[in-house]
């Protein structure tokens, strides 16, 4: 059965930094490229990020490009995502999901950027 | 960027009828590799969302064959026969045929 489990989100202040990880199981997690998507408490979905199986294409949306940063660990099966300069309008809960079609998501992780 | 317009906002259907609803984007989805990167999602209440169809027209694996998606181009239809009561909640599409890759604003699928 596949599994993905995100972790470590929270609240955290504006101009600070959090890493989310999302550990898979029940597949070939380096066969698979990843994405980190985001929905704002009651609206809608937002592609954040996607990361190829071996990491050679990377790709952001505008809104997050040059303070996210999406990685993987394939011997651990574990995604990433480094945020920096951590805006209110970062506030949402971040899913993982497999492939670019999104076949399996996560549970999602909270983030609350607020002082 | 490609705006992805879902039409309409929400949808009230009775049980056992059926309903449709439209994405319609700004540009082409047809890539240069001759597919359509269009899916389909249902995000049921206080759940994750869950892939429906896949390339406009390909259902998932389990997904009911009450959902159907069909179209080309700019113009995309979900079609859901027979509604049932597990069939509510927010329907959205999503193109990632060019980056960065969008997702429609969605649609809410209620019992009327």
């Known amino acids: 059965e596949v599994q993905l489990v995100e972790s470590g989100g929270g609240l955290v202040q504006p101009g600070r930094s959090l890493k989310l990880s999302c550990v898979a199981s029940?597949?070939?997690?380096?066969?698979?490229?990843m994405n980190w998507i985001r929905q704002a408490p009651g609206k809608g979905l937002e592609w954040v990020a996607y990361?190829?199986?071996?990491?050679?294409?990377?790709y952001y949306a505008e809104t997050v490009k040059g303070r996210f940063t999406i990685s993987r660990d394939n011997a651990k099966n574990t995604l990433y995502l480094q945020m920096t300069s951590l805006r209110s309008e970062d506030t949402a809960l971040y899913y993982c999901?497999?492939?670019?079609?999104?076949?399996?998501w996560g549970q999602g992780v909270m983030v609350t950027v607020s002082s | 960027d490609v705006v992805m317009t879902q039409t309409p906002v929400s949808l009230s259907v009775s049980l056992g009828n059926q309903a449709s609803i439209s994405c319609r984007s700004s540009?082409?989805?047809?890539?240069?590799?001759?597919?359509?990167?269009l899916s389909w999602y249902l995000q049921k209440p206080g759940q994750s969302p869950q892939l429906l169809i896949y390339l406009a027209s390909n259902r998932f694996s389990g997904v009911s064959n009450r959902f159907s998606g069909s179209g080309s181009g700019t113009d995309f239809t979900l079609k859901i026969s027979r509604v049932e009561p597990e069939d509510l909640g927010v329907y959205y599409c999503?193109?990632?045929?060019?980056?960065?890759?969008?997702f429609g604003g969605g649609t809410k699928l209620e019992l009327k």
């Open positions: 029940g597949f070939t997690f380096s066969n698979y490229g």
């Open positions: 999503f193109q990632h045929t060019h980056l960065p890759w969008t």
């Open positions: 999901a497999r492939r670019t079609t999104g076949d399996y």
């Open positions: 540009q082409s989805l047809l890539h240069s590799d001759g597919n359509t990167y």
């Open positions: 990361i190829s199986s071996g990491s050679s294409y990377i």
